[in-house]
């Protein structure tokens, strides 16, 4: 492409960064040194340069990781090496909350204020660290660090929880949880380039994994019992035995077992998983989204975390049997340790041959690539997510065409949720009609719930489809806070309230429609009655309007009405009156619902009118 | 264009110069269609190309024989359409055959198996589209470099099919309608040679005159002519040939010695100084009503939304005016009336009415009545079989270098274009505030510039065998050291046309604006600076 | 032959005559597709059949239902994100955006049902109170027809100074006693035109004539997130800086007048640009040879702006910096005009 690049020579920092990806440049028509005697004559280009552009986000992020903020020299490099107009690279940087397109310093620290960080004491956290660092997103510490309040970082069982990142030669970032400031600001300080990776928190199943090593676990069998690093100690405990398995028997034995097993998808949606695997729409990637960042949801992340062998193996045996041979796991960007776990996992199996050109010498060929999101809620919406691996701004498409037709680089496409994708493991171990008889009839398997707020043993649950609300917050060790529930998230910041009155629902898709609640990613977020739900409303309110991409008016504006009208409604100077603000209120929520292009837009509201259905929050003339 | 698998574009920086036809094969670009660009510059539109091949000036016939050569030494010609629609190809093949891709590498620097990529794809490409500009025709050997194109297309038959094709990209809104009018030395309005008796016939009956039944001189014949003292009054239609011509000096010096010299424009150009007559026209496009006909056929109208200025008058009146004053009382035509006499005369115009053109917003020529819808392309005749009129014929054509050679003395090549918001001699472009403009430079390879210890910005005095003039330099990485660009957008500044050659293609009459052999001396430095030396001329 | 003659101009090359015009062949047609499948749908209860491939919007706008439109363009991709096409089509759990979905056999739809006004009614009223809408007739005759009350949203927040270096992801805090707005200082850094994105509703069509849809020259593109999204250059450079080769057709397709030619912003800001006074003529391009056509605006005897018609296949609306803007020179030979 004929693009207008910068006069700007980048610096040897900002070429190595983006090299690191994409290796040095074949010609000095992209970057390399110019060879005018062997190129002068010929130059290569076109359709073949404009297929990097997916390497985009991996490049936005070396550069920030190493800089600590994508630099205009980097930029530019990187759209000389793309092939790539700067103002297009720009749209991409702009787009993700963990980018900064100015200069930043190289430590950053971001603190979860969001809803079930709220009720264990995000507020004073980042209360005292104002104290000591000064107001966010200013610089601190001689101008080494800057730190930000962050929407959920999905470390709900441990609140309140920080990441930290150090950008550098050798980057590297770690979380604390629960956090404390003096840990943190300790961290964030430390000098020698080692001190932050030793010092963050990292995994640890008893907090997370409350259930492990009981008997009667499937999908968390493994939790805790296993090194999540060694391929080995997977192996040991019967690892890569159902891909086995799955090969013994057959692809169209397994894709008919998926079928029968009544398995949907656990991302939220709950769509057939066996619809999707259908090999008449012949999919050619199969993608796992694991961009979980649902507020109040992180089972996802224990899984890769605990167990991070099972999702590739998942992911193997998902592409068998629908004959991708490509599959990316496109993951949450705040995960920095899933995705070291991942990484190695993936590596390892390489080497042993669970992936590669002929896996286990049956001939057949399925590789993973890790890509890993960068601060957008919106990409967990899979059309988004597509655009997103592909180098363009994460916004969702318009649906139809579903994935299934036209999905990553416009071809027909898998998409499945981490924990949908290990559920496949246990079908293949046990037949897809023991799996249905798992649950309830409409809800079939185990289901994992993300259990967290004011509960005494916060964490990931897994129990059969069909227990009840109370009996899974009784399996969490009862109300903690001031032991007296007010209120129950359900599904995260796109879910629904349910009161006290309603815990005998049982947790199945069925159940909580019964109740005009949803079960969404399966988030359970416990309020005591000391929570003000109005400021839990506000900080959802805020958050979609974050999170909104901007894309279309009823979400990109509505977001932000809605956001402005709750502000009023709290501050008791409505516009007119309270009643007409309602009113007000459940048209936005109706346009929102019934005119955004995407889910984000379509649930913006959802948590807010299920609250405000159930309490009068804002009485009329308050 | 957009249903196409394969685009050549060889001597075209389209992307600049026809921005809305490229367009057009971006559209085919992007439905997958490959794009190869032939040029001496990797110009704004070789980056989109998927190979740029950057030839040496003035080695296209080299390079085209080769690929030639190279089809045929594949047994990738197509054998069918040569045997049903062409002759020759037993010469043809014999006369490319020494053209291998060692030798082709040889003569215009481009890798053997680049061209070798090039010459496979075109031939196996369903179809293909070959497009090409001035950067074929500004030569000295301007027709045979468009037949050595056309042999190519003949050979793989990406000719008279859709989505295949041979496009010459004009570079003006109507050079082609002007030749539809006949405005050629040796054709009447329709392409009717004059040459014909009978067709010649037709029009004496109908302009009640006796039609001269010789051809007439092509502009570059003018001049000789005028050379040769046989030529002594010009009358000159919006055309600015003092600064558009080859070897401004020469061109001056001739057009000074005219006795008489009428020119007729819609604005003062440096050749109406030079007038005896000067007349004001209207603007064609925006003060006048009539048609024009764009590069590919497409006859449409043009229409009058505003007045001319005082004292300018439209064309038609003018030219009423003058055969009144010659005796011959045309009376008040309007341009649908002068049209209508066009279709009346010129067979593949007879359809065109104006309501037709109104209602279809134009239409390709030929269209032979009221009921013809136009054509789309041409030659689809040749895929019938046996094939309708007479065999497209293979060339024989030889590479011979620019006629003004580089030495010791002049050792760079100097080539010149366009770029994209201004237009040839600048008379119109020049009026309004383009934000892209810079003044005008002479564009180095960084290389040159290093070797001349040049910095950019720095005036030097650029010379050729004719003349010198002096303009800034600025380096530019699309070119290759010994390449040298300048435009000719801003004579008054930049007499670019002073430094070329008039070294014409006998055949076309076009004279080799691309190829000028120059040097490159540093100025002096000014009085008053201080410390550094006289720097000697560079080698 | 002698010597003489050979160098006689009016004799010398004879090169062989050209076959033109070409003995007549058969008239060239496009290769012709299998005839697509006739679908049937129902609107608002009429059953209605349309060819397999038809949207919504042409299928509804063939029977004459009027559906408003914002970002859709004929000449460019569907980008389907004002939402102001929406329409409610059975099955389907939110409505659908006309522009962009096909029609599909058996569709039922809807098209003026209470809950389609609603959505249509609060997008105009999310444009209007959030961008200026004063320079676009199109906005404000919807506003008529739905009964949009935007100031229900509150009075309008200043226009902000830094919407270019908003953080993806981060607002600033807001007590909600005004209205958000995307108000900002209107750019104006070349010569040929102004962007005002204060009046911008981030409808994408400039993004897609300056890219893939037309020119492909990707100048600018959205950039940032959420409400701050805004279309933008690279860091914002001025356009002198950018890519931009200044075809205008950023402004051919801009509905709101958020970007605007130099000629008409500063007669508007005169008071001087009546488009009662105007009148417009299709004409051909002065320049190359590719034959675009432009529709002149003039008034008062001058031409005071270049647009193109969407439906001539050859420009499809779009142009190229000469013939958008180079027409200055036939209005600077009043006599005594200087030259240059």
């Known amino acids: ?622 | 264009m957009e249903d196409t698998d394969l685009v050549i574009l060889w001597g075209s920086n389209a992307r600049e110069t026809h921005p809305i036809f490229f367009h057009h094969v971006l559209k085919g670009v992007r439905k997958g269609a490959r794009l190869y660009v032939v040029d001496p510059r990797r110009t704004s539109s070789a980056r989109w190309a998927d190979v740029w091949l950057g030839l040496d000036v003035g080695s296209d016939i080299a390079l085209a024989n080769a690929i030639g050569s190279e089809i045929i030494a594949a047994g990738l010609q197509n054998r069918a359409f040569i045997e049903n629609a062409t002759s020759d190809f037993g010469a043809y093949r014999e006369a490319v055959q020494p053209y291998t891709l060692e030798n082709a590498e040889k003569l215009t620097g481009v890798p053997a198996s680049v061209i070798r990529e090039l010459a496979h794809a075109y031939a196996r490409a369903d179809r293909a589209q070959l497009c090409w500009t001035l950067g074929i025709t500004e030569h000295h050997n301007a027709v045979d470099n468009v037949l050595a194109l056309i042999n190519l297309a003949l050979l793989t038959g990406h000719v008279g099919r859709y989505g295949s094709g041979v496009n010459p990209l004009r570079g003006q809104n109507n050079v082609q309608g002007g030749g539809d009018m006949g405005a050629l030395p040796d054709r009447l309005p329709g392409f009717q040679h004059v040459e014909n008796a009978e067709l010649r016939a037709k029009f004496d009956k109908a302009w009640n005159v006796k039609v001269p039944p010789k051809k007439g001189l092509h502009l570059s014949g003018m001049f000789e002519a005028m050379e040769l003292g046989k030529f002594h009054a010009l009358y000159v239609i919006g055309e600015n040939p003092l600064q558009s011509e080859a070897d401004q000096r020469r061109c001056e010096r001739l057009l000074r010695g005219l006795e008489f010299l009428v020119v007729q424009d819609i604005l003062l150009t440096p050749t109406g100084e030079l007038a005896h007559v000067v007349l004001p026209a209207a603007a064609g496009w925006c003060e006048s009503e009539g048609t024009v006909t764009s590069s590919e056929r497409r006859v449409q109208r043009v229409r009058k939304a505003v007045d001319p200025p005082v004292g300018a008058r439209d064309d038609i009146e003018i030219l009423s005016d003058l055969a009144g004053r010659l005796g011959h009382h045309w009376g008040r035509l309007t341009a649908e009336d002068i049209w209508n006499e066009v279709r009346r005369l010129s067979p593949v115009h007879a359809g065109m009415s104006y309501a037709r053109l109104e209602a279809l917003g134009g239409i390709q020529w030929p269209c032979y009545d009221e009921s013809h819808p136009g054509e789309l392309f041409l030659h689809s005749r040749l895929w019938q079989r046996p094939v309708v009129g007479p065999r497209a014929q293979f060339s024989v054509v030889e590479f011979e270098p620019p006629v003004d050679a580089l030495d010791e003395t002049y050792p760079i090549r100097l080539t010149t274009g366009r770029r994209l918001d201004s237009f040839n001699t600048g008379v119109q472009t020049s009026r309004y505030r383009s934000p892209l403009r810079e003044p005008e430079r002479l564009d180095l390879s960084p290389e040159d510039g290093a070797r001349y210890g040049l910095t950019e910005g720095e005036r030097v005095r650029v010379s050729s065998r004719r003349a010198s003039v002096e303009v800034q330099v600025r380096f530019d990485p699309s070119l290759r050291p010994g390449l040298a660009f300048l435009t000719i957008h801003f004579q008054d500044v930049v007499a670019t046309n002073l430094l070329t050659i008039d070294a014409t293609d006998p055949k076309s009459g076009t004279a080799e604006f691309k190829a000028t052999a120059i040097r490159i001396d540093k100025l002096a430095e000014r009085p008053g600076a201080q410390g550094r030396a006289r720097l000697q001329p560079a080698p | 032959m002698d010597q003489r003659d050979q160098k006689d101009p009016w004799l010398s090359h004879q090169p062989r005559p050209p076959v033109i015009p070409t003995p007549r062949g058969p008239v060239p047609v496009p290769p012709t597709f299998p005839p697509r499948r006739q679908l049937s749908l129902t609107v608002n209860g009429r059953k209605v059949s349309v060819a397999e491939g038809t949207t919504l919007l042409e299928a509804l706008r063939g029977i004459g239902i009027d559906t408003p439109t914002l970002c859709y363009l004929e000449t460019l991709t569907p980008v389907n994100v004002c939402r102001i096409c929406v329409v409610e089509v059975e099955g389907s759990r939110t409505l659908v955006p006309a522009c962009s979905r096909k029609v599909e056999e058996g569709m039922v739809v809807k098209t003026d049902t209470e809950r389609v006004r609603l959505s249509r009614r609060l997008v105009v009223e999310f444009l209007a109170s959030s961008v200026d809408v004063s320079t676009s007739p199109q906005i404000q005759a919807y506003m008529n027809r739905y009964g949009a009350r935007p100031q229900r949203f509150g009075p309008a927040s200043p226009p902000a100074g830094h919407r270019d270096a908003a953080r993806a992801g981060y607002h600033e805090a807001t007590d909600g006693s005004r209205a958000a707005t995307v108000g900002q200082p209107v750019k104006k850094d070349n010569e040929l035109y102004y962007r005002d994105y204060g009046k911008c509703i981030l409808c994408y069509k400039c993004v897609e004539a300056c890219g893939t849809d037309a020119q492909n020259t990707f100048a600018i593109a959205v950039a940032g997130h959420g409400f701050e999204a805004r279309i933008s250059t690279e860091h914002a450079i001025p356009l002198p800086e950018s890519a931009c080769v200044y075809c205008g057709n950023c402004i051919g397709v801009c509905p709101t007048g958020a970007l605007m030619f130099a000629s008409e912003y500063e007669m508007r800001q005169s008071g001087t640009w009546d488009e009662s006074r105007q009148t417009q003529t299709d004409t051909i391009c002065p320049y190359c040879g590719v034959g675009c056509t432009t529709t002149l605006h003039v008034q008062d005897g001058k031409i005071v702006k270049v647009t193109s018609p969407l439906d001539k296949d050859v420009t499809r609306g779009h142009l190229c910096v000469k013939g958008r803007f180079g027409w200055q020179f036939v209005q600077i030979r009043d006599p005594g005009s200087e030259r240059r």
């Open chain 1, 1 to 622: 492409m004929d693009i207008h690049l910068a006069k700007i020579e980048p610096a040897l920092e900002e070429r190595e960064a983006v090299n690191s990806v994409l290796g040095a440049p074949e010609s000095g028509w992209s970057g390399g040194e110019r060879r005018i005697d062997l190129e002068g004559h010929c130059a290569f280009g076109g359709h073949r340069s404009q297929a990097q552009r997916h390497l985009l986000l991996p490049v936005l992020h070396a550069i920030q990781s190493r800089l600590g903020w994508i630099t205009p020299g980097a930029l530019n490099y990187t759209c000389q090496r793309l092939d790539l107009p700067p103002a297009e690279a720009y749209a991409v940087a702009s787009f993700y909350g963990l980018f900064s397109l100015t200069p930043r310093p190289r430590r950053v620290l971001h603190i979860c204020d969001d809803i079930a960080c709220m009720t264990r004491g995000a507020e004073e956290l980042c209360g005292r660290v104002e104290q000591r660092l000064g107001p966010p997103s200013t610089d601190t510490l001689d101008g080494k660090a800057t730190w930000y309040r962050s929407p959920c970082l999905g470390l709900c069982e441990r609140a309140p929880a920080a990441l930290i990142s150090f950008a550098g030669e050798r980057p590297c970032e770690g979380v604390f949880a629960p956090a404390d400031p003096n840990r943190i600001i300790a961290a964030l300080q430390a000098e020698g380039r080692d001190a932050a990776r030793e010092s963050p928190d990292r995994f640890d199943v008893k907090a997370s994994v409350p259930q492990a090593g009981q008997p009667g676990l499937t999908l968390l069998k493994r939790a805790g019992r296993i090194d999540a690093e060694s391929i080995d100690d997977y192996r040991a405990q019967g690892g890569f035995e159902t891909l086995r398995r799955a090969f013994s028997l057959g692809r169209s034995w397994v894709v008919r077992e998926v079928s029968a097993s009544g398995l949907v998808g656990r991302g939220g949606a709950a769509f057939p998983t066996g619809k999707k695997w259908d090999p008449a729409n012949r999919p050619v990637y199969l993608v796992c989204n694991a961009d979980e960042s649902e507020p109040g949801t992180f089972k996802d992340r224990v899984v890769m975390e605990a167990d991070p062998f099972s999702v590739i193996e998942a992911m193997t045996i998902a592409g068998y049997a629908t004959g991708c041979e490509r599959g990316y796991l496109y993951l949450r960007g705040e995960y920095p340790l899933a995705g070291e776990r991942l990484a190695h996992a993936v590596t390892m199996a390489r080497q042993r041959g669970f992936l590669g050109d002929d896996i286990l010498g049956q001939g057949v060929r399925f590789d993973v690539e890790i890509r890993r999101g960068a601060g957008a809620y919106i990409c967990g919406e899979e059309t988004a997510l597509f655009n997103s691996i592909e180098g363009y701004r994460g916004e969702p498409r318009n649906k139809p065409p579903f994935p299934t037709q036209f999905g990553l680089f416009g071809k027909p496409t898998v998409v499945n949720n981490v924990e949908t994708l290990i559920n496949v493991l246990l079908i293949v171990e046990k037949g897809g009609e023991r799996f249905a008889t798992m649950g309830t009839s409409g809800s079939t398997g185990p289901k994992l719930f993300s259990v967290s707020g004011h509960v005494a043993r916060p964490g990931v649950y897994e129990v059969p489809f069909g227990a009840t609300l109370r009996q899974l917050i009784e399996l969490a060790g009862g109300v903690s806070g001031s032991g007296r529930l007010q209120a129950v998230l359900l599904g995260g910041a796109a879910g629904t309230f349910v009161s006290p009155g309603e815990l005998d629902t049982p947790l199945t898709f069925e159940g909580t429609r019964a109740i005009g609640a949803v079960l969404g990613s399966g988030a359970v977020v416990l309020f005591d009655d000391t929570v003000d739900l109005r400021k839990v409303l506000l900080r959802i309110a805020a958050f979609f309007r974050d999170e909104s991409c901007g894309q279309c008016v009823p979400c990109r504006v509505g977001t932000v009405r809605q956001e402005e009208l709750l502000q009023r409604l709290a501050r008791g100077r409505p516009i007119g009156s309270t009643e007409e603000e309602l009113n007000l209120l459940k048209e936005i929520a109706q346009a929102m619902r019934d005119a955004s292009i995407c889910g984000l837009g379509q649930t913006a509201s959802s948590a807010v009118e299920s609250a405000l259905r159930r309490w009068r929050l804002f009485p009329p003339g308050a």
